[in-house]
């Protein structure tokens, strides 16, 4: 058997009869060989692979967009890369550049903030497609999907201040970072209307990736002379913090520290149904997401950005201290 032949078989190319390519796969299989897909990529140009990059992959929030985004991409038959930035800008670029010599023909990047900015440039000029899932940059324009985070804040604080409370603090992330902005803005928003006033006090940033720093944050809070009597936090990785520091300074919740957060913990939710959040479709994210950047790479859309706003359910389970619901 030429070695043309088996090329051809191997790169699925025509002009060989059904016995040669039956005899080829039969000893490609015996030999267990693996075809070298990034020589072929970069031979034909195209390598068959999409990168996800995402700031926190332990964040089951950014673990179901993977799922999703692998789901969509595996069916259209694309791999997929996954890069853990873990919140830190040059790790994310380091990766940005990585995916740029891998030839990658799309990324999905979840950026670290808005400094992210040079590296999606980085993306564009080198003509590489890609989507901002969950973040948007500060005055860069692209297609992005995102959650209502000013709108589902609102509605957490709102809650909270319909059980009465009116010390209510906000333990956040960076506000580099967009959906911190918002949701910081949809907390102000829903106490100005309730006529509320804003303490600065009461908003202690943190990380979103380190549940340590939130806990610290928390204390502090719970230091203050008039403590808050509810915190909203960030999202399900900050809370893990808030409640370490309740359960350290003994303070029972929801009895004496309400308690809400951005973004459902689903497979701890089913077995202790505790938290009340405001859930994100994060799987869908993922789906669209990869959807949008198809068409990209198909060449079905024109240069118009697209976003895409997923709408967040509000959850009510025993940590704020209301009757239990399920959303509609």
């Not at 030839?103 to 950026?111: D, M, Q, T």
């Not at 969950?134 to 000013?150: H, K, N, P």
Request: aromatic share 6%; charged share 25%; hydrophobic share 45%.
């Amino acid at each position: 058997m030429s070695p043309m032949t088996v090329s051809r078989v191997i790169n699925e190319s025509a002009g060989v009869s059904a016995e040669a390519r039956r005899r080829v796969q039969a000893s490609i299989s015996r030999l267990g060989y693996v075809p070298n897909r990034l020589a072929r990529g970069l031979i034909q140009r195209k390598t068959a692979a999409l990168s996800v990059i995402v700031p926190d992959v332990a964040n089951p929030f950014f673990t179901f967009i993977l799922r999703g985004a692998e789901d969509v991409a595996w069916r259209a038959g694309y791999h997929v890369i996954l890069c853990d930035t873990q919140g830190d800008l040059e790790r994310e670029r380091g990766y940005v550049e990585d995916m740029l010599a891998f030839r990658v023909e799309g990324v999905l990047i979840a950026p670290v903030g808005d400094r992210s900015r040079a590296h999606v440039r980085l993306l564009k000029r080198n003509g590489v497609p890609f989507v901002l899932i969950d973040r948007g940059i500060d005055g860069f324009e692209g297609d992005l999907v995102q959650g209502d985070s000013v709108g589902g804040a609102r509605r957490l604080v709102e809650h909270l201040i319909g059980l009465g409370h009116t010390r209510i603090a906000m333990v956040t992330e960076s506000s580099e970072v967009s959906t911190a902005r918002d949701r910081q803005r949809g907390y102000r928003e829903a106490l100005e209307d309730a006529d509320i006033p804003f303490d600065p006090r009461l908003v202690a940033e943190s990380s979103a990736i380190d549940p340590e720093a939130a806990r610290q944050s928390t204390l502090r809070l719970l230091e203050l002379p008039d403590r808050p009597t509810a915190v909203f936090a960030v999202n399900n990785i900050a809370v893990v913090g808030v409640v370490e520091a309740a359960r350290e300074r003994r303070l029972e919740i929801p009895g004496e520290l309400a308690l809400v957060c951005f973004d459902d913990i689903e497979h701890v939710s089913r077995l202790y149904p505790f938290l009340t959040v405001m859930a994100q479709p994060a799987e869908t994210y993922g789906t669209i997401a990869t959807q949008l950047l198809l068409d990209r790479l198909y060449g079905r859309v024109s240069e118009r950005r697209r976003i895409v706003v997923l709408p967040p359910d509000l959850i009510v389970r025993a940590s704020s201290g209301a009757s239990i619901t399920t959303p509609a």
